[in-house]
């Protein structure tokens, strides 16, 4: 069965140091693996994506996260705060049964960045 | 280029009533999809349309139907609403062949029923 588990429901970090949101998933198949981040009042914006290309994937803003699949994890990190980092960060996982995709989205992690 | 729209940005329901919550795609895009995002939940699929037709079905009850209209656009309708229905409903677009990280999000109604 397919499922994803976000860690943490809500992080707090002063700017200007690292960022860790924690993601576990479930999948039967060989998933694809995303992130996104919700802004208030903004559409949901994708982060970074990992196929099976590159454990290690880079997405915007300097954000990255790393596949481990012997941890089943996908933990998105970034070295360093800033105060526009501050929304909800969702993990999502993406299989692909004959021409359609099943997606679940994580339960979402609330980033808080301290001055 | 708008991306995605959607309305109305707002609403405000009694319990029982139907509501009907439109979408237009990006330019281009040919296909929609519908998500419910309860308050402090991620996310949860309701369905997609492709070629006017319902192509995915998440798990919601056939009090959630939809309709895709030739020019690509959609509507999300709920019947008998019930207090549970309350959420953020979003719309993505994307193409046909497209993966999830081609698609594009809308801003969301809020759907509040009372």
């Known amino acids: 069965a397919q499922s994803v588990t976000q860690l943490d429901s809500h992080v707090s970090v002063s700017e200007g140091t690292p960022v860790l949101l924690r993601c576990n998933y479930s999948s039967s198949y060989s998933p694809s693996l995303f992130w996104y981040v919700q802004h208030p009042n903004k559409g949901l914006q994708l982060l970074l994506k990992y196929t099976s290309a590159a454990t290690l994937v880079k997405g915007i803003n300097g954000f990255e996260a790393e596949f481990k699949k012997s941890e089943t994890s996908f933990h998105l990190t970034k070295p360093s705060a800033h105060m526009s980092d501050a929304a909800e960060y969702f993990c999502v996982v993406s299989e692909l049964y004959s021409s359609a995709s099943k997606i679940i989205f994580g339960s979402g992690t609330r980033l808080s960045i301290r001055p | 280029d708008a991306g995605v729209t959607q309305s109305p940005t707002h609403l405000i329901k009694t319990r029982g009533q139907q509501v009907t919550l439109r979408c237009s795609p990006k330019s281009g895009h040919d296909t929609v999809s519908w998500y419910q995002q309860a308050l402090g939940q991620g996310p949860q699929f309701i369905f997609q349309y492709y070629e006017e037709e319902e192509r995915q079905r998440g798990n919601f009850p056939d009090r959630f139907s939809g309709h895709q209209f030739p020019n690509y656009s959609s509507e999300l309708n709920v019947n008998a609403l019930l207090l549970g229905d309350s959420a953020l409903y979003l719309c993505?677009?994307?193409?046909?062949?497209?993966?999830?990280?081609?698609?594009?999000f809308g801003q969301g109604t809020r759907l509040t029923v009372v």
């Open positions: 993505a677009s994307s193409l046909a062949r497209g993966g999830l990280e081609r698609a594009f």
